[in-house]
């Protein structure tokens, strides 16, 4: 790491967000344009976010299995809206072990169709139903913009893919599992999340309905950070996915599908991250505590190293992810720089005083300076650090929170709804026509992020059209 500042966020929001993923080497280019290398630490912040997700789709009935990242590019063709949205992004295969191939194959874009393909063959009855199946991969579309997390050609994510007997269930699953991501990104993430439904335009390809969670990053901006689809009977009808049911008739099942990706990755950096770097919210972050020993001769080194090896011991009997830096040759400044710009949410020094005294000083890292220290006993330590975590972890939501309430207005007319954009959200009634949106759109470079799930009660005017809306909806310009 070097001992360059980053550039601050104010004056290049975009710049900041670049160096920060490779100073705190959470990714780094690839040598093809726009794939990522996922380097160790931002692996296993994803691997956390992995738990965190996984946990709660088991408990809500899911299964994990793993389908092949080849499909055959007539699968694609099957479902006439979703090969539309996905033509332009799609990298095929023609060329197999030397041989021109036969049918092309499609490096999966994501896998409804083959997975539908899958599903026709294992439902027969209403007894089979439903089929609750997510898998852990990566996907591959074809992006000529790209952007470290946000944008690459291939990402990390899941996709869970269920099918059902009526429209009613299949509903209840897409809703449910927007709620899991809502729950998932305030209560693991600390980042405040407005779930709503999208508009036409807004839907994934071959959707009936598309549902996702929108958060503000740091610069006003929108970021998408989980979707859920209602696909209704369209892939059932592509690929005849049907079941026969209690009367013996043979109906299509009703399929979701839903996802989140590295992409996330992108949201916490944007969220929480200040002019020093990284800060992450403790319940994901890969180290919770970095100990800094502090010494100057060799027997204060001896001291202060088996000290802090025994603290170190007692956190890590309770859970908690924490590590000691101790490299030589570098100043106890150095290294708070050096974690700093990782994020670590809590820093533990100690020193020979510190060993005299049975204490030591911990730093928050989402409060700089003094007011983020405080000295505490080392006996009891480890509920302490775990008090301090929980403390940081709350404070980040309540921050998030303040930013996003304090950046969204409530436009009275056009012009204010214009100043609100260009700094943060809107949240204004919109007619529902398309052309509203698209001119918006054009004029402001804001896209509608969704229709919030809470709406007011009563109607209002349309903030372009002036018709009558039944419905508010949130605006902004959006990654
Ligand atoms: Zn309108």
């Given at each position: 790491?070097?001992?360059?500042?980053?550039?601050?966020?104010?004056?290049?929001?975009?710049e900041?967000?670049?160096?920060?993923?490779?100073?705190?080497?959470?990714?780094?280019?690839?040598?093809?344009?726009?794939c990522?290398?996922?380097?160790?630490?931002?692996?296993?912040?994803?691997?956390?976010?992995?738990?965190?997700?996984?946990?709660?789709?088991?408990?809500?009935?899911?299964?994990?299995?793993?389908?092949?990242?080849?499909?055959?590019?007539?699968?694609?063709?099957?479902?006439?809206s979703?090969?539309a949205?996905?033509?332009?992004?799609?990298?095929?295969?023609?060329?197999?072990?030397?041989?021109?191939?036969e049918?092309p194959?499609?490096?999966?874009?994501?896998?409804?169709?083959?997975?539908?393909?899958a599903?026709?063959k294992?439902?027969?009855?209403?007894?089979?139903?439903?089929?609750?199946i997510?898998?852990?991969?990566?996907?591959?579309?074809?992006?000529?913009?790209?952007?470290?997390?946000?944008?690459?050609?291939?990402?990390?994510?899941?996709?869970?893919?269920?099918?059902?007997?009526?429209?009613?269930?299949?509903?209840a699953?897409?809703?449910?599992m927007?709620?899991?991501?809502?729950?998932?990104?305030?209560?693991e993430?600390?980042?405040?999340?407005?779930?709503?439904?999208?508009?036409?335009?807004?839907?994934?390809?071959?959707?009936?309905?598309?549902?996702?969670?929108?958060?503000?990053?740091?610069?006003?901006?929108?970021?998408?950070?989980?979707?859920s689809?209602?696909?209704?009977?369209?892939?059932?009808?592509?690929?005849?996915?049907?079941?026969?049911?209690?009367?013996?008739?043979?109906?299509?099942?009703w399929?979701?599908s839903?996802?989140?990706?590295?992409?996330f990755?992108?949201?916490?950096?944007?969220?929480?991250?200040?002019?020093?770097?990284?800060?992450?919210?403790?319940?994901?972050?890969p180290?919770q505590?970095?100990?800094?020993?502090i010494?100057?001769?060799?027997?204060?080194?001896?001291?202060?190293?088996?000290?802090?090896?025994?603290?170190?011991?007692?956190?890590?009997?309770?859970?908690?992810?924490?590590?000691?830096?101790?490299?030589?040759?570098v100043?106890?400044?150095?290294?708070?720089?050096?974690?700093?710009?990782?994020?670590?949410?809590?820093r533990?020094?100690?020193?020979?005083?510190?060993?005299?005294?049975?204490?030591?000083?911990?730093?928050?890292?989402?409060?700089p300076?003094?007011?983020g220290?405080?000295?505490v006993p080392?006996?009891?330590?480890?509920?302490?650090?775990?008090?301090?975590?929980?403390e940081v972890q709350?404070?980040?939501?309540?921050?998030?929170l303040?930013?996003?309430?304090?950046?969204?207005?409530?436009?009275?007319d056009y012009?204010?709804?214009?100043?609100?954009?260009?700094?943060?959200?809107?949240?204004?009634?919109?007619?529902?026509?398309g052309?509203?949106?698209?001119q918006?759109?054009?004029?402001t470079?804001?896209?509608?992020?969704?229709?919030?799930?809470?709406?007011?009660?009563?109607?209002?005017?349309?903030i372009?059209?002036?018709?009558s809306?039944?419905?508010?909806?949130?605006?902004?310009?959006?990654?």
């Amino acid at each position: 790491m070097s001992e360059l500042k980053l550039p601050s966020r104010a004056e290049d929001f975009s710049e900041w967000y670049n160096q920060l993923v490779l100073r705190a080497e959470l990714a780094d280019y690839a040598p093809v344009r726009g794939c990522m290398i996922v380097r160790p630490y931002g692996w296993a912040l994803w691997e956390n976010i992995q738990h965190a997700l996984d946990r709660r789709f088991k408990a809500t009935g899911h299964v994990n299995a793993a389908f092949p990242l080849l499909i055959p590019r007539s699968f694609i063709e099957k479902e006439k809206s979703h090969v539309a949205g996905f033509s332009p992004e799609l990298a095929v295969v023609t060329i197999g072990g030397g041989e021109q191939l036969e049918e092309p194959l499609v490096i999966r874009p994501t896998s409804e169709t083959i997975i539908g393909h899958a599903y026709a063959k294992w439902i027969q009855s209403y007894r089979d139903l439903p089929v609750l199946i997510n898998q852990w991969n990566s996907v591959v579309r074809w992006e000529l913009r790209t952007k470290l997390f946000l944008r690459t050609l291939e990402f990390f994510w899941q996709e869970g893919h269920t099918a059902h007997a009526t429209l009613e269930e299949a509903q209840a699953e897409t809703r449910q599992m927007l709620d899991i991501y809502a729950d998932f990104a305030v209560t693991e993430a600390a980042i405040p999340v407005i779930p709503g439904r999208k508009s036409e335009s807004e839907r994934f390809a071959g959707a009936d309905q598309t549902y996702s969670i929108e958060a503000m990053m740091g610069d006003g901006k929108a970021l998408q950070s989980g979707t859920s689809h209602n696909l209704g009977q369209n892939f059932a009808k592509a690929f005849e996915i049907r079941y026969l049911d209690r009367d013996g008739k043979l109906q299509h099942c009703w399929t979701t599908s839903w996802g989140l990706s590295t992409r996330f990755i992108g949201a916490i950096i944007m969220v929480h991250g200040d002019d020093q770097g990284l800060i992450l919210p403790p319940r994901l972050a890969p180290l919770q505590v970095v100990i800094v020993p502090i010494y100057k001769s060799e027997e204060e080194k001896g001291v202060v190293t088996e000290r802090a090896k025994k603290l170190r011991a007692e956190l890590v009997a309770a859970d908690i992810r924490v590590t000691t830096d101790e490299r030589e040759g570098v100043s106890p400044g150095y290294k708070f720089n050096d974690w700093e710009m990782r994020g670590v949410p809590l820093r533990m020094e100690i020193g020979p005083r510190d060993v005299a005294k049975g204490s030591v000083v911990l730093a928050r890292r989402d409060k700089p300076g003094k007011e983020g220290k405080s000295v505490v006993p080392q006996e009891g330590l480890a509920r302490a650090v775990a008090h301090a975590l929980d403390e940081v972890q709350t404070a980040l939501h309540e921050r998030a929170l303040a930013f996003r309430e304090a950046n969204t207005r409530e436009p009275a007319d056009y012009e204010e709804f214009k100043a609100a954009v260009a700094k943060g959200f809107a949240r204004s009634y919109w007619c529902g026509d398309g052309k509203c949106e698209e001119q918006i759109k054009e004029q402001t470079g804001a896209t509608m992020r969704c229709i919030p799930l809470e709406q007011p009660a009563g109607n209002g005017r349309c903030i372009l059209c002036g018709q009558s809306a039944a419905e508010k909806a949130i605006f902004g310009r959006a990654y």
